[in-house]
């Protein structure tokens, strides 16, 4: 609305100024566009950006008439046409599985497999022996077996849908017993009542938030008792007076009750996170083991694949999953059957530590990362090392960290430092800390040092 007369006549008066498209396709902030992009495109964007201001103008509100500015509009909204909108970016805030980010960057040998799958033809579905139609969960049922110890196993396209998958196949319109500690939200808006509530199965809450034992989950079994599910809580932590059944103690309620057992880990780690100086975080085997029926965790977590959600258990309970309409919908793709099947090799052959980016990360010591943040500071000629620690994240290992040394920057406006080494190319994404840039080398590629330092000196300057 007009604050006055005089205001709307200075806006609806500045229609008059909106300069031509021509004027504005000839501003040098468009010459880089119209040399890569063609002519009818970059005219459009020019067209758009004239037509936002005038619409705002008539509207009363405040627009820019200037053809510089119009140019710098229309040069901004063809910007996702020159360059992808997805690119690499450089981790350096030292969070290893960094949702955000991508989660797990994967090894070399996944690269090669996941760039040859999908530029190439394979057998993916097809049998080479007798040159007939093969099935597409042959090509990672062994090594999911061979890693996890399970009788049968399938990939689907993240866990989510592993859950989403298994409560509908087996527990629609039926009853899931949960322990209130595990109605929880994973994040992203992932609630597991929500999606239990989607599967068409209903959910029965147990016991308390911290404290829930063998007999709640058998006090509430009934003739419509479908499943027993226990989710891990891979984001949180509840410490103190807490209590919690064992996998081995949820089977024998589960016979009882004649019910599945559903174990949902999500971070699918298969190493013993204690060797790395870490708490025990449950590994698929162990869930295997204990007895449920159906495991399920992530590919994209500790696993350090690509995105996938992988279903462990025994053939009874996964078989009929191969056939289930819904197997279409949430079936991989050939990349990510590739990529998962080069990084489920690296555990098979025993290689992961060495292998395995996340790994790999987890496992680097202090003198290592030490050293490489010595390297950056000596290449800028600034700041200082400190000691730090690193988050999993992801996901895995609520609260858990790994003692790092990072480089930390005193800059007069690090929020505005941090955001110019995100405008960099390619971005170099930093940690702000009590008013200091902090850059952890942890989670920086081999190879990304170089990049990580041209970014420092552009922004931060080198000292005099
Ligand atoms: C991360 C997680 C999920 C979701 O897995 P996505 O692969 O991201 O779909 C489900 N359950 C648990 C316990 C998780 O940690």
């Known amino acids: 609305m007009p604050h006055s007369a005089h205001e709307a006549t200075e806006h609806t008066a500045k229609l008059r100024t909106l300069p031509s498209v021509d004027r504005v396709l000839a501003e040098p902030a468009l010459t880089d566009m119209l040399d890569r992009l063609s002519r009818s495109d970059v005219t459009e964007a020019v067209r758009r950006a004239i037509s936002g201001a005038r619409d705002a103008l008539i509207a009363d509100r405040a627009a820019p008439t200037d053809s510089a500015e119009l140019a710098r509009i229309a040069a901004q909204s063809l910007r996702s046409l020159v360059r992808p909108s997805l690119r690499p970016v450089i981790n350096a805030t030292g969070v290893v599985i960094h949702t955000n980010l991508g989660r797990a960057p994967v090894s070399e040998a996944t690269e090669l497999a996941m760039a040859r799958a999908a530029s190439g033809y394979s057998n993916l579905e097809y049998d080479l022996d007798s040159g007939t139609r093969g099935t597409r969960a042959g090509h990672l049922e062994s090594l999911l077996c061979a890693v996890s110890g399970a009788q049968a196993g399938i990939a689907v396209n993240n866990n989510a849908a592993a859950l989403y998958f298994a409560l509908n196949a087996f527990c629609a319109g039926?009853?899931?017993?949960?322990?209130?500690?595990?109605?929880?939200?994973?994040?992203?808006?992932?609630?597991?009542?929500?999606?239990?509530?989607?599967?068409?199965?209903?959910?029965?809450?147990?016991?308390?938030?911290?404290?829930?034992?063998?007999?709640?989950?058998a006090d509430a079994v009934s003739e419509d008792t479908a499943a027993i599910l226990r989710v891990h809580s891979s984001n949180f932590r509840i410490v103190g007076f807490t209590e919690e059944p064992s996998l081995a103690e949820l089977r024998r309620v589960a016979d009882e009750a004649d019910a599945l057992l559903i174990d949902d880990l999500g971070s699918g780690c298969l190493l013993d996170t204690r060797h790395f100086g870490l708490s025990y975080e449950p590994r698929p085997q162990d869930s295997v083991a204990a007895g449920a029926d159906l495991v399920l965790f992530s590919g994209d977590k500790l696993l350090g694949g690509p995105q996938a959600g992988l279903i462990v258990g025994r053939s009874e309970t996964v078989d009929p999953l191969r056939h289930h309409p819904l197997m279409r919908a949430l079936r991989l793709d050939?990349?990510?059957?590739?990529?998962?099947?080069?990084?489920?090799?690296?555990?098979?052959?025993?290689?992961?530590?060495?292998?395995?980016p996340v790994w790999r990360m987890i496992a680097a010591d202090v003198d290592e990362l030490d050293a490489r943040a010595r390297a950056w500071r000596d290449a800028l000629g600034a700041g200082e090392i400190e000691p730090a620690e690193s988050p999993i994240g992801g996901g895995s290992l609520p609260a858990e960290t790994r003692p790092t040394?990072?480089?930390?920057?005193?800059?007069?406006?690090?929020?505005?430092?941090?955001?110019?080494?995100?405008?960099?190319e390619p971005p170099v994404i930093a940690r702000v800390e009590h008013g200091r840039l902090l850059l952890d080398p942890r989670t920086v590629l081999p190879g990304e040092d170089g990049c990580v330092i041209e970014a420092l000196r552009d922004v931060i300057g080198a000292p005099p």
């Open 405 to 424: 040394r990072v480089l930390g920057l005193a800059h007069p406006h690090p929020t505005e430092a941090a955001r110019l080494l995100r405008q960099h």
């Open 334 to 356: 050939k990349s990510a059957i590739a990529g998962l099947a080069a990084t489920l090799h690296h555990y098979v052959v025993g290689e992961a530590v060495e292998t395995v």
């Open 174 to 217: 039926r009853e899931v017993i949960v322990s209130r500690g595990q109605a929880v939200e994973i994040g992203g808006g992932f609630r597991i009542p929500d999606v239990l509530r989607q599967s068409g199965a209903r959910l029965v809450e147990v016991g308390t938030t911290n404290r829930t034992a063998a007999q709640d989950y």
